[in-house]
């Protein structure tokens, strides 16, 4: 039986400051259930891990690269450390985790100081996401139209519960995106990486024969490994504009579902 312990204190999300007047809040987004915990992956300075977004407002911007969200319900977020013993140690999200996109709407990046890892004498990180995880943007300076409580409220609740239904029809898609993030999570972060991790990474994290999206995410890779083998991108690169095409189609049925008021 693992023993949990809790550390860390709830803070305040923090505004963003040094842009433009002419600048508005980009969309709320919401964030594809994960399938289990995911452990993130660690660097000279932080540990992180993509995982799959949405979004919620279509008549607001996509956001930038880098743009910074804090998680509307932290209660849909679970942060987990895992010592050398199996003891896994509670963590608070609001306090340790940062959140960013990380390409416009259809994937973000949650990360963690890797100074934790000494700090409460981890050896792992690993973060869950549960049922209607919804991201809102943090306030910017001169704001020129600013999310409200109530277009937060309205994403969060009656939006939110329309893309899960409208999400669910297409789980297939959804379950490619997920393992399709699992492999460029798997992937190094910057930079090419050796022909060996190339070749095992689709045995070392895909799912079982059978699951869902097993067969659209294994197409994918393949088309994938074989367009980068000789160098023009990376494979991670192009496993992205995957995952993204696989996410924007569920993403417009979402938006046509709103505009039919269906």
Not at 72 to 97: I, K, P, Q, S
Not at 179 to 208: F, K, Y
Request: charged content about 20%.
């Amino acid at each position: 039986m693992f023993r949990k312990v809790v550390y860390g204190l709830a803070v305040a999300p923090l505004l963003a400051f040094g842009t433009t007047q002419a600048e508005a809040a980009p969309q709320i987004l919401g964030v594809i259930a994960s399938a289990g915990p995911v452990e993130l992956n660690c660097d000279y300075r932080e540990c992180g891990a993509q995982f799959t977004s949405y979004c919620l407002e279509q008549r607001r911007n996509s956001p930038d690269r880098g743009t910074p969200y804090y998680i509307y319900d932290t209660a849909t977020v679970t942060l987990e450390g895992v010592r050398e013993d199996g003891t896994v140690v509670a963590l608070d999200v609001a306090d340790l985790l940062t959140v960013s996109t990380e390409r416009g709407h259809s994937a973000i990046r949650m990360t963690v100081s890797k100074s934790i890892l000494r700090e409460f004498d981890l050896a792992a990180v690993r973060l869950s996401i549960g049922d209607n995880a919804t991201l809102v943007p943090e306030a910017i300076a001169g704001d020129r139209r600013p999310h409200t409580e109530a277009d937060i409220a309205l994403a969060a609740g009656p939006l939110s519960a329309l893309a899960k239904q409208v999400m669910t029809r297409g789980f297939a898609k959804i379950d490619a995106a997920r393992v399709t993030a699992s492999l460029i999570n798997a992937l190094p972060a910057r930079g090419r990486t050796t022909e060996s991790v190339r070749a095992a990474v689709w045995q070392d994290v895909s799912p079982a024969t059978g699951t869902p999206g097993y067969e659209l995410a294994r197409q994918g890779f393949e088309r994938c490994y074989d367009a980068t083998f000789v160098g023009l991108s990376s494979l991670r690169q192009c496993l992205g504009s995957v995952h993204d095409k696989f996410i924007s189609e569920l993403n417009v049925n979402y938006w046509q579902s709103i505009e039919t008021g269906s």
